[in-house]
């Protein structure tokens, strides 16, 4: 029997959850797929629901990584072109991570509905993260998400059946052009002391 690693967990339970769903899915489900006992399991994990939201994290790591590398703060002359990029990729990421393993696109959607939550709790932190590219220190991050609000359809989980308009692209230049008053508008901004 081979060493259980957190990564041979996550494969198993990936593959118990495309075969069965939440629901129904099991954690000796995916001991059985591990060759180990649930006992065994046990040890990584406490229970169905810490493992499967533990997945979820790595797997949205993993999707996201890229973004948040490209979170650089950009040199003023080229901010715009900088934030237009950087959302664009966090577009293309999750478009095809989500359509790459839909079933924990799914799984993803699911559990932000769980919650009574319409909006991605990275919200704060791509907010943030606008903000930095951008060089803006808003109260609360305010036009940071202001911007994330807007571009809700190009990476929230709940639209996902809908990026695969051949216009996908096109909707994100017109979104972007949209906001570009947003994007470029000159606020003073002030820190607090």
């Not at 493992?51 to 979170?71: C, I, K, R």
């Not at 990421?93 to 790459?100: C, H, I, P, Q």
């Not at 959607?109 to 990275?122: F, G, K, Y």
């Amino acid at each position: 029997m081979a060493k259980v690693t957190t990564e041979s967990i996550f494969d198993a339970a990936r593959q118990v959850l495309a075969e069965k769903g939440f629901e129904k899915s099991r954690l000796a489900d995916v001991a059985r797929r591990l060759e180990i006992t649930p006992a065994a399991l046990y040890k990584h994990f406490a229970n169905k629901e810490a493992l499967f939201e533990s997945m979820n994290t790595d797997w949205l790591e993993q999707v996201d990584g890229p973004v948040w590398a490209a979170n650089v703060r950009a040199p003023e002359e080229e901010r715009e072109t900088a934030l237009h990029d950087w959302l664009w990729l966090l577009a293309s990421r999750r478009r095809e991570g989500f359509s790459r393993e839909p079933e924990m696109m799914a799984f993803y959607e699911e559990q932000l509905a769980d919650r009574s939550v319409l909006i991605d709790p990275r919200l704060q932190d791509f907010a943030a993260a606008v903000e930095n590219i951008m060089a803006w220190d808003t109260f609360r991050h305010q036009r940071g998400m202001t911007i994330m609000q807007t571009f809700t359809y190009f990476y929230h989980p709940f639209f996902a059946d809908k990026w695969d308009d051949n216009l996908f692209k096109a909707l994100f230049e017109t979104t972007w052009l949209e906001m570009l008053p947003v994007v470029t508008q000159d606020i003073a901004t002030t820190t607090a002391e």
